[in-house]
């Protein structure tokens, strides 16, 4: 793998306050020749360590320009006519991303079906008949393997299909750094733990998001995809009829459609973003403003807490928030990817070969 100068540089300042110490220590200690080469083996032994946990540095945006040059013109026009169809596939497509790579990283373990020798994510408590979009991966993965044949991995067809459906619904673009590789393994507990909740609160979130190594700037510009999508009333009936800080009127606007009764309702759909649902924009930071948050985990990023000034920011200048989230997406989609020969290239997303 080849390291630009400051990734060398980087190695070297880490390498020269952890490591090479003790490999001085160690070749001054012993003069002998096969001291020397123990001395030598250690530095090895370091920089193979040392560029096996730089993976995410071997993503590039230009990973398939010789393998499958059209791979992008292959999904967007799939994933376009699944939006134009319905809207809300949008957000479910983002949505389906977020939940892969905060599961042991962007490796497409999320899309992995449940088998008599095999228990995936999709049935786990934050994702059951939660999570959707999955015949869109389908369909697209049946695209690029027409176009070329054991190429293109499922993770990377969620990391464009995510950044496609925020441009068609109107947000910004950027260029999708490419070359992970699909998960042979999956984890139903780490999908029951490791994803936000709707009812978290501001200290929960920013755990969760810097467990992932996201920081709280990043939080806060991820959360904005929710000016897309819907939710369902099981995910937000205790803000609505709990929580001091909501509208009124906008929380009796939620309850005639979400019964205060657990089981009553629970399935029943209400969006993210009450202004503009269709139209990826900064409209759910305004909603915030006004308490009009949907979900709690929502409103407790406007709160009178250190979110606020985040949330005003972004609330009056799109641009800014556009270029948040970008920088918070592509670092999200550096999570943990499966590179080299780790994984597999998965000829249905569904099975593991």
């Not at 630009?4 to 070297?12: A, D, E, M, T």
């Not at 308490?291 to 949907?294: A, D, I, P, Q, V």
């Given at each position: 793998m080849a390291l630009?100068?400051?990734?060398?540089?980087?190695?070297?300042k880490y390498m020269s306050s952890n490591f090479i110490p003790h490999c001085s220590t160690l070749f001054t200690k012993m003069a002998s020749s096969y001291s020397f080469m123990a001395f030598v083996s250690c530095y090895i032994l370091i920089l193979l360590l040392l560029l096996g946990n730089t993976s995410a540095h071997n993503l590039k945006t230009n990973y398939y320009s010789s393998?499958?040059?059209?791979?992008?013109?292959?999904?967007?026009?799939?994933?376009?006519?699944?939006?134009?169809g319905e809207k809300r596939l949008g957000a479910s497509l983002l949505r389906l991303f977020f939940h892969d790579c905060f599961v042991n990283g962007c490796d497409a373990s999320v899309l992995l079906d449940d088998t008599a020798n095999f228990k995936g994510e999709k049935t786990a408590g934050p994702n059951n008949n939660s999570i959707r979009g999955f015949s869109v991966i389908d369909k697209i993965k049946l695209h690029v393997e027409k176009a070329?044949?054991?190429?293109v991995s499922c993770a990377d067809i969620l990391a464009i299909a995510a950044r496609d459906s925020v441009?068609?619904?109107g947000g910004p673009n950027w260029e999708v750094k490419l070359g992970r590789r699909d998960s042979r393994t999956a984890s139903f507990?780490?999908?029951n733990t490791n994803l936000p909740s709707p009812a978290s609160n501001l200290s929960g979130l920013i755990s969760d998001f810097s467990s992932q190594g996201l920081s709280f700037k990043d939080m806060v510009a991820l959360s904005g995809g929710h000016t897309i999508g819907k939710a369902r009333c099981i995910s937000f009936r205790g803000?609505?009829?709990n929580d001091k800080n909501i509208n009124s009127n906008f929380a009796k606007e939620r309850q005639a459609k979400c019964p205060k009764q657990v089981g009553s309702g629970d399935f029943n759909l209400a969006p993210l973003d009450l202004q503009t649902p269709n139209l990826f924009d900064n409209k759910y930071y305004k909603n915030l403003i006004n308490?009009?948050?949907?979900l709690h985990s929502d409103q407790v990023l406007f709160n009178n807490g250190p979110a606020d000034s985040l949330v005003k920011t972004y609330?009056?200048?799109t641009t800014t928030f556009f270029s948040h989230f970008v920088t918070a997406m592509i670092k999200m989609g550096d999570i943990k990817p499966l590179t080299g020969s780790k994984g597999e290239i998965r000829k249905n997303c569904r099975k593991i070969i």
């Open positions: 630009n100068f400051l990734g060398f540089y980087s190695l070297y393998s499958c040059p059209n791979v992008f013109q292959v999904i967007k026009p799939v994933v376009k006519s699944a939006i134009f070329c044949p054991g190429v441009v068609i619904l507990s780490k999908a803000h609505i009829y308490h009009k948050g949907l609330a009056s200048s």
